[in-house]
């Protein structure tokens, strides 16, 4: 049976009796709700490597700059709870802003937030999205002091995320593991995602394409074109025919570092976004050499 918690004493409270039980290996996926198969593929490695497995469900708001989608962000806790029941999830934790960030929390500049490094969060999203990596770092911090797990589930589709998360872990000495998960894709190649909800079925049939392009990089790239610059134009060229899918950015970066790179020695994360009518979505594909 999943418990649902939305208070954190009650979630302690919890995970003492765990404890007490001698159930101490802990993961944690923290997640936005409207869960999905790529939720679900990190519920599942919590489940086989822990003995509890915590989802948290966080519209985080401070993630979110004014005029994003945070208000239409979809919510369906009932739906979502069902799932973890039938994935056979220990617990789901979803508290609201007050619970998380106290009294007053839109303001801010009332708060202790951690600023990730700016090397890692102006590039990419970072870039086009101001603010919305010190609002994820500090809500993982807090996640991760609240639940105390030995492992924390993160999605690669996400990647500078995981970079983010990486390096704030790192950095601030935190004792967990960050496990790092692949993307789970629709038959159409389509990244899940909570937002393709929104899509229209035009759109729908349009959205795997951001896919197919990198892949058409890809398959250039195994023929031995290893310069950034050049596979960022297959894909241009590819996505040209489809004036619905606007580039927001198109890059090859480091996979670790997310720092821009002209060409790939030994690999690069080639990583793009896209607005589909009001819509963002993110994709990238990791181009390795072999040794
Ligand atoms: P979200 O609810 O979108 O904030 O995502 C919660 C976690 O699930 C993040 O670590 C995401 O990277 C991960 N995630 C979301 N979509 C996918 C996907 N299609 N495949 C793998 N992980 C995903």
Known sequence: MTQLFSKINQLHEFLASRQALSLTATGLIPTMGALHQGHLSLIQRSLAQDQTTIVSIFVNPIQFAPGEDFERYPRQLEQDLALCQQAGV??????????????????????????????????????????????????????????????????????????????LVKDLNLPVEIISCPIARDKQGLALSSRNQH?????????PQIFASLQAAQSVFIND???????????????????ELKLDYLQVVDPHTMQSISSIAHSGLLAIAVYLGKIRLIDNILLTNQI
């Open 199 to 207: 899509l229209t079925e035009a759109q729908r049939i349009v959205a």
């Open 90 to 167: 220990d617990a789901v934790f979803a508290p609201d802003a007050q619970e998380i960030f106290g009294e007053n929390w839109v303001d801010s500049s009332q708060k202790t937030l951690i600023h990730p490094p700016a090397a890692i969060t102006e590039v990419l999203c970072g870039r086009s999205r101001p603010g919305h990596f010190v609002g994820v770092a500090t809500l993982v911090t807090k996640l991760l002091n609240i639940v105390q797990p030995q492992h924390a589930y993160f999605g690669q589709k996400d990647a500078q995320q995981v970079a983010v998360i990486k390096s």
């Open 225 to 243: 074109q290893k310069d950034s610059d050049c596979l960022c134009q297959i894909v241009i060229n590819y996505l040209a025919n489809l004036p």
